[in-house]
């Protein structure tokens, strides 16, 4: 096990009814006036913004809202949200919603204080010394964003999806109600299972120091997920199925499975944020269609721990039959394997490499991703 520092200040508040403590919380951390950020009007439909205005007025914080945040989050509306922050003067940000409406609510909150574009936070040009305190009500389960400081963003201009991450961006509060999740849409549920185990593979693969123990939470996490999805596509409204699915996404992404690990990379991300960047594709409907395609071209490279998904998570023998099983699964729950899924064509190939050959050099794994091999995983996608 290499040495680590592990540290993780977010409060989780976790099980039904929780979101009506969110005034109660905001005055506990001295919070007046919130950018209320969220994405459709479905929270005003299904009764969630009725509950949280109503704790928030009880407990006399004022809101502004900040509506329309998109899947694939954006940065022209980053730039529109800190502005509304800055002429409002709030004091800290709420996201209510999934991962995208987290990310936005993290970059909002460290764009807001700092002076120069916050473009410049992703792509390097400027760093994270402050940010406005983030609070979050979960409304998805997928991206771990509720307890980790990660933010990932697309520039439309640029064509570019980069992530920031700082000690600034842990959300303070994260309140997570699997109540709250019952009428995500299939679509979306099964997208999500494959950004978990997403989370969970890229350092269990790829890692140089890869500890049993975090291979065994990691094997736990994926496990769940594909039992809890399978509950859940049956029977949406099981509490217990969706509680659980809530938190295997937790801790997937938490940093807790990767303390103690090294040498790791996230390959399957860099290549799928091409995809999101390009194509506006679901996050985890591209990662879905990603994994086993960097799988076959990966496995060689790691045949221990292949071998050792295939026993522990598909009950296999071989890494080939754990990767067949895997995009089976993928193929069963009804989350596309292939690029033509998400409509995209071999002739759209030349243009994705260009922006994944970027991406490497942003996530530092130039060497290895260089064009041959980008070109082969994405082959193996068509």
């Known amino acids: 096990m290499d040495n680590f520092t592990f540290f993780n200040p977010t409060r989780i508040e976790f099980g039904t009814g929780k979101e009506q403590l969110i005034g109660q919380v905001l005055t506990e951390y001295g919070v007046k006036k919130i950018l209320f950020c969220y994405g459709s009007d479905r929270i005003k439909r299904d009764g969630l913004f009725a509950i949280v ?3 928030l007025n009880e407990h006399g914080v004022q809101f502004v809202e900040c509506s329309g945040i998109v899947s694939n989050p954006v940065i022209s509306k980053v730039r529109e949200a800190i502005t509304m922050a800055r002429e409002h003067q709030v004091n800290a940000v709420l ?17 807001a204080l700092y002076q120069g574009d916050v473009w410049d936070l992703f792509s390097g040009k400027g760093s994270i010394n402050a940010a406005l305190p983030v609070f979050a009500i979960l ?12 933010a990932v963003v697309t520039n ?18 994260s309140i997570v109600n699997p109540v709250l999740m019952q009428t995500v849409p299939r679509d979306y549920l099964v997208y999500s299972a ?6 969970s593979i890229e350092g269990y693969f790829t890692a140089s120091v890869q500890p049993k123990f975090h291979s065994r939470m990691a094997e736990a996490i994926i496990n769940t997920v594909i039992e809890t999805t399978e509950t859940l596509l049956k029977n949406p409204m099981d509490y217990d199925a969706r509680a659980e699915f809530a938190w295997a996404s937790t801790q997937a992404l938490n940093g807790l499975i990767y303390a103690g690990t090294a040498g790791f990379s996230y390959p399957n991300h860099m290549i799928e944020h091409s995809l999101s960047a390009l194509f506006d594709v679901p996050h985890g409907a591209g990662l879905s269609v990603i994994i086993p395609a960097w799988m076959k071209w990966y496995h060689d490279r790691n045949p221990e721990q292949f071998e050792r998904f295939a026993h522990y998570v598909f009950g296999v023998d071989t890494p080939a039959q ?3 099983a895997l995009e089976r699964w993928f193929d069963k729950i009804g989350t596309p394997t292939r690029l033509s899924q998400l409509g995209i064509t071999e002739a759209d190939l030349p243009a994705t490499i260009e922006n994944v050959l970027g991406n490497a050099k942003w996530f530092g794994i130039a060497e290895i991703y260089q064009r041959d091999v980008v070109t082969t995983i994405l082959q193996n996608a068509l």
């Open 194 to 199: 494959a950004d978990i185990i997403a989370h």
């Open 53 to 55: 205005t109503n704790s």
């Open 95 to 111: 996201s209510v919603g999934g991962g995208s409406v987290l990310d936005s609510a993290k970059a909002i909150a460290a764009g």
């Open 139 to 150: 409304t998805l389960a997928a991206t771990g964003s509720e307890m980790n400081n990660g």
């Open 156 to 173: 439309e201009e640029t064509r570019e999806k980069f992530s920031i991450g700082s000690v600034h961006t842990f959300p303070k509060v």
């Open 322 to 324: 754990s990767i067949a």
